[in-house]
């Protein structure tokens, strides 16, 4: 099965940036899809962006222009960069990939203080 570790969550200041890294571990080295969802209180859990391994990209319309999505295949790594932070942008961030079946990450905090 495939393990999902997310890093890089903290506290940050609105007009700030945040890189936010999952990880990919186990027996399954070839993932289709990887990508972020978001979950802030009180809110349901939200797509944030995706992107396949042949580079096909989806973004959210509140994060795009934003938010960056990257991949790193050969070491099955996926990257959030989050430029101009907004408070509505705090939430828990939860790494996703999809091989077969959905896998889930144990989720980051990112916290954006106005």
């Known amino acids: 099965q495939v393990q999902l570790v997310e890093s890089g969550g903290g506290l940050v200041q609105a007009g700030g940036s945040l890189s936010v890294s999952c990880a990919a571990s186990g027996s399954i080295f070839s993932i289709n899809t990887m990508g972020w969802y978001r979950q802030a209180p009180g809110k349901q859990r939200e797509l944030v962006a995706l992107k396949t391994s042949g580079g096909r990209t989806n973004y959210a319309d509140s994060v795009e222009g934003r938010f960056t999505i990257s991949r790193d295949n050969a070491k099955n790594m996926v990257y959030l960069q989050k430029n101009n932070l907004k408070p509505e942008d705090t939430a828990v961030y939860y790494c996703?990939?999809?091989?077969?079946?959905?896998?889930w990450g144990q989720g980051t905090q990112v916290t954006v203080s106005s």
């Open positions: 996703y990939a999809y091989w077969g079946r959905a896998y």
